[in-house]
Every structure is written in C-alpha cells, then in structure tokens.
Nanobody, 124 residues
C-alpha cells in the first residue's frame, strides 16, 4: 500500500512557475514508476509526465514538453514536477500516481495508487 500526498499548487500568473511535490508513504518508493496527470473541469484526466523507478527515463506530454520537468528523490520518497512558463490552459487539478510495473505508462489505467490532487490555476 502506498499513500500519496501532493502539495505546491496555487494561483500564478501566466508565464510564472510552480513546483509540485508528491510525498509517498512506505519504504518501497523506488519500486514504483511515478506519473503526473491533470484534470481540468469537464475534461478527462490526462497524462503530463512520468519518471521511471530509477529516474533514468522520463516522458512528457507534447503540451508540456520543454516547460515542465519531472524528477524524483528516492531517499526522500518524493517526486516533483517543476512547471515553468505556465499558461492558462495548464489550469487543472494535478495528481501524482504510482505504478508498480516495470515500464513507464502514459495512460491512467496502469497506475495502482493516486493522490488526492492539488489545484493549479494560471491567470491570464
């Protein structure tokens, strides 16, 4: 069982930056690939970024590539999402998720555990 708690969301102007954190419980954090997803009102949850268990591989949605960076600190049981050059269309609830498999996934279904989400609002 893994519990995930996101933090770092808030209100920011377009062009600004935020850093999201996701703290995981338990001693097996390094066994999970970690993903970030987001969900805007009236839309389905969508993939943002994923990082492999070791941190050696990362993948991004085209919409955030070059602006967002995912990273992890296995010693601190934490995954991060650095978001730069934010746009109003980035406004959403951001969720972190953990997948116990050996691959990295860009869809919702393979993920085993989810956090409660943190709101990010970007004003124009």
């Amino acid at each position: 069982q893994v519990q995930l708690v996101e933090s770092g969301g808030g209100l920011v102007q377009a062009g600004g930056s935020l850093r999201l954190s996701c703290a995981a419980s338990g001693r097996t954090f390094s066994r999970y690939a970690m993903g970030w997803f987001r969900q805007a009102p009236g839309k389905e949850r969508e993939f943002v970024a994923v990082i492999s268990r070791s941190g050696g591989s990362t993948y991004y949605a085209d919409s955030v590539k070059g602006r967002f960076t995912i990273s992890r600190d296995n010693a601190k049981n934490t995954v991060y999402l650095q978001m730069n050059s934010l746009k109003p269309e980035d406004t959403a609830v951001y969720y972190c998720a953990a997948n116990a498999g050996t691959g990295v996934y860009t869809t919702v279904e393979p993920y085993d555990y989810w956090g409660q989400g943190t709101q990010v609002t970007v004003s124009s």
